[in-house]
Structure formats: C-alpha cells, structure tokens
T-cell receptor, first 115, second 111 residues
Framework: NAGVTQTPKFQVLKTGQSMTLQCAQD?????MSWYRQDPGMGLRLIHY???????DQGEVPNGYNVSRSTTEDFPLRLLSAAPSQTSVYFC??????????????FGNGTRLTVT | EDKVVQSPLSLVVHEGDTVTLNCSYE??????LLWYKQEKKAPTFLFML????IEKKSGRLSSILDKKELFSILNITATQTGDSAVYLC???????????FGGGTRLMVKP
C-alpha cells in the first residue's frame, strides 16, 4: 500500500523557473491538500481540494497553482520560483470530503531550494 | 485569524522521564484538535480529540482536550529514545476543510 507519494524528493531551482511537484494517493481519498513547512512556523496550508474538479485556497496560496483532474493526483505548480518559496512541501490526503472524521495522511515531502 | 500555540518549543529529557506537551488555540467554530508526531519525514497521526475531558490513550501516550480553557495536553510516560521527534498540534475549524498547525515541540530523549 503506497499511501501518499510525492515526487521529487529534492529539487533545486533558479529564481524565475517554474516546476510542478507531483502528489498521488492510492487510498481513494476525496480530500487532498498541500502544505509548506518552514522552521518555527509549523505547517501552512497552500491549497486544498475536496474532490476531483474542485480546488480552493488555503492560508498561503500566492505563487502556487493546483488542479485536480482525477481523484488520485493533485499536482502543485510553482509559476515563477522565488527564494521565499524555499521550503519543505507536504502533500496530505484524507478520506471523505472533509477532515472531521478522518485524519490527514502525509507524503514524505519534497525539499525545494530556490537560489 | 486562527491561532495555535505550542509549548515548550523544545525539551530535553532522559529515558524514563514523563513529559507533558501543551497546545493552546484560538479558532472560530472549533471542530477537532489533532496531534501528530514528526520524525524525519512525514507527520504521523497520533490522536484526534473532539470532546472535552475524554482522555485518548495509546500505549504510553495520552491526550486530553479542554474546550472551555482552549487547550490540549499530550503526555508521554516512561519516555524512550524512539519518542524523540517534533510533536505537532493542529486544529480544524471554520468550514472544516482546513487545519491550522502550531509551530511544534521538539522533544529529545537521551539514553
């Protein structure tokens, strides 16, 4: 059982470059989300989706785009990378369309450095 | 703005000690509070609390929620080196589709 799979594990970008962080889950979870984790700031929600075709903004959405064309995949796109986007990114999913009855399952993270 | 604050920021103890980690929150329309353990990679789920005064227990770990005073504690008894991790507290509020995380408590257990 793979759970939540994120690729790549590590990435270095130059300022202005774009890239897509991949996230896939095989648990048939409706809810998927992206967080970034910075030292001393905990995890902050970037975007989330409650089902295929539905996305919404979280706490820190600027500079990021998402789409949800299938239940399994929830890619995160950085449009024009900036040093402030250097962080560890976690994808997480949950059974059902909300969180109340099921905790989040996290991927192993992508460590992104923007120079 | 929803806020979750954890204390202490970090803690160093010896094996066998008991520790208490704190999480206080200010959120609109509280729904649940969750505890996660994060070692090197992905946070892993420990507890979900929705009702005041009901202790959740798993082995040496336990947690309780006080919705009147707006806090939760996570207790770990007879600590082991494998308990060394960052412990994260998160609160689900508002529309129920977002978690607000605290900054975490870094616990180090020395042999």
């Amino acid at each position: 059982n793979a759970g939540v799979t994120q690729t790549p594990k590590f990435q270095v970008l130059k300022t202005g470059q774009s890239m897509t962080l991949q996230c896939a889950q095989d648990m048939n979870h409706e809810y998927m989300s992206w967080y970034r984790q910075d030292p001393g700031m905990g995890l902050r929600l970037i975007h989330y989706s409650v089902g295929a075709g539905i996305t919404d903004q979280g706490e820190v959405p600027n500079g990021y785009n998402v789409s949800r064309s299938t239940t399994e995949d929830f890619p995160l796109r950085l449009l024009s990378a900036a040093p402030s986007q250097t962080s560890v990114y976690f994808c997480a999913s949950s059974y059902g369309s909300g969180l109340s009855n099921s905790p989040l399952h996290f991927g192993n993270g992508t460590r992104l450095t923007v120079t | 703005e929803d806020k979750v604050v954890q204390s202490p920021l970090s803690l160093v103890v010896h094996e066998g000690d008991t520790v208490t980690l704190n999480c206080s929150y200010e959120v609109t329309n509280f729904r649940s509070l969750l505890w996660y353990k994060q070692e090197k990679k992905a946070p892993t789920f420990l507890f979900m609390l929705t009702s005041s005064g009901i202790e959740k227990k798993s082995g040496r770990l336990s947690s309780i929620l006080d919705k009147k005073e707006l806090f939760s504690i996570l207790n770990i008894t007879a600590t082991q080196t494998g308990d060394s991790a960052v412990y994260l507290c998160a609160v689900e509020a508002r529309a129920g589709n977002m978690l607000t995380f605290g900054g975490g408590t870094r616990l180090m257990v020395k042999p």
